[in-house]
């Protein structure tokens, strides 16, 4: 493996365990990933290899915003027709937790995707591999972020489901186009 390789899957890991446990740890790189920061790094930030990056991370921030918020309206749409019931209540929240466990998954399958694609951007282009490697951290912490976004936003209607469904349909639309928003300005 090389040192590029390493420094990568180190990274990837540190990242994926944050969405995997729903918390943030601050990364300490070790020396292998500290020297490619150290770098100089002799591209600009608008490299299109660099930009097609970012917009594959947009492009499945969104894929992720979407599957949600489909995921979570048809499990109001079905708790709503079910008269609202104890027992569909819970089996709603069952849904959520199910959606939410699924939205680790969805954000771990799309930072593979990304980190796969920085691994032959980086082949072809050893030059890029500090800026690869600056831009994955940034990338992947936007992953965290939506996924804890995503995260919180179940949690609450868990946790208030009864005055949640009054207002469900306005707190859906305006939760994910926020998010659509966010995720069209992340670069």
Do not use: C
């Amino acid at each position: 493996m090389t040192d590029f390789a390493a420094a990568l899957q180190e990274l990837k890991d540190h990242h994926i365990n944050n969405i995997k446990q729903g918390k943030r740890r601050y990364y300490v790189p070790s020396e292998r990933v500290r020297k490619f920061y150290e770098l100089e790094i002799n591209v600009s930030n608008d490299n299109k290899d660099i930009i097609e990056l970012q917009n594959l991370s947009q492009d499945l921030g969104q894929q992720q915003s979407n599957d949600n918020r489909t995921a979570i309206s048809s499990s109001t749409e079905a708790y709503q027709n079910a008269g609202a019931t104890p027992a569909a209540q819970s089996t709603f929240s069952e849904q959520l937790e199910k959606q939410r466990q699924a939205a680790i998954e969805q954000a771990v399958d799309h930072v593979n995707k990304i980190y796969d694609k920085a691994a032959i951007i980086a082949e072809k282009h050893p030059d890029l591999q500090p800026l690869i490697l600056s831009t994955l951290d940034t990338i992947s912490k936007l992953f965290e972020e939506l996924y804890n976004k995503l995260s919180d936003f179940i949690s609450g209607v868990i946790d208030t489901i009864v005055e949640w469904l009054d207002h469900a349909w306005k707190t859906i639309k305006d939760t994910f186009n926020a998010f659509t928003s966010w995720i069209s300005h992340w670069f």
